[in-house]
């Protein structure tokens, strides 16, 4: 069954503290990673897409990475305006449509 | 461009009335795909649409159907509403080319409570 395990599920940065957060998939055939950061009430966005084991984008103060079980979200230096929820999700060639599986997502705070 | 369009932001239905939430993707995207959150199951997969046809459907009761339109305008219809119903409902909108899909984007959502 294809699935998707993030962790932590909460985390609480200083301003400056970096860290990392992880997405561990379980998937017959990627045929995507995506991350996207949701905050309250609204609908998530689309942050990055990776597709095969070493690659790497970046935006700012993020960096998302990707192997072959796992990706990170790396936050360089965070500011309370990074505080949301990240979420992962999955394409699997299984469903062969547009079909996303997301995990539960982790919530960052990010303090002053 | 546009973004992905929701309407109405707001809802609140009684238990046992039936609901109608409308979704305008981006324009050029043919894939609309819907999602019900909450907050004890995450996002999970209601079904997609593609030029007019349902492609893949979730592990939802047949209360929840949908449709898409012929300029890919979706709706999605929710029938004989339970208490359990109440969720932030997303649309995600896709390209689809070279044989495969683009990144979702998503809309605002639409909050429904059920009382």
């Known amino acids: 069954e294809d699935q998707v395990t993030q962790s932590p599920e909460a985390l609480r940065l200083q301003e400056g503290e970096s860290s990392s957060l992880n997405c561990s998939y379980t998937?017959?055939?990627?045929?995507?990673l995506f991350w996207y950061r949701q905050d309250p009430g609204k609908g998530p966005e689309f942050l990055f897409t990776l597709y095969s084991a070493g690659e790497e984008k970046e935006k700012e103060r993020l960096k998302a990475t990707l192997t072959k079980k796992e990706s990170f979200l790396h936050i360089t230096a965070p500011k309370p305006e990074d505080s949301a929820t990240y979420l992962c999700?999955?394409?699997?060639?299984?469903?062969?449509?547009?079909?996303?599986?997301f995990g539960q997502g982790t919530t960052l705070q990010v303090k002053p | 461009k546009a973004g992905v369009t929701q309407t109405p932001r707001y809802l609140i239905k009684t238990r046992g009335q039936q609901v109608t939430l409308s979704c305008s993707p981006i324009?050029?995207?043919?894939?609309v795909s819907w999602y019900q959150q909450t907050p004890g199951q995450g996002l999970q997969f209601l079904f997609e649409y593609f030029s007019e046809t349902q492609r893949n459907k979730g592990n939802f009761p047949g209360r929840f159907s949908g449709r898409q339109f012929s300029n890919s305008r979706s709706e999605m219809n929710v029938s004989t509403l339970e208490l359990g119903d109440s969720a932030l409902y997303l649309c995600?909108?896709?390209?689809?080319?070279?044989?495969?899909?683009?990144?979702?984007?998503f809309g605002q959502g639409t909050r429904l409570t059920v009382v």
């Open positions: 998937v017959s055939g990627l045929r995507g």
């Open positions: 995600a909108s896709s390209e689809h080319r070279d044989r495969s899909y683009t990144e979702a984007f």
């Open positions: 324009s050029g995207h043919r894939s």
């Open positions: 999700a999955v394409r699997a060639s299984s469903s062969n449509t547009g079909k996303l599986i």
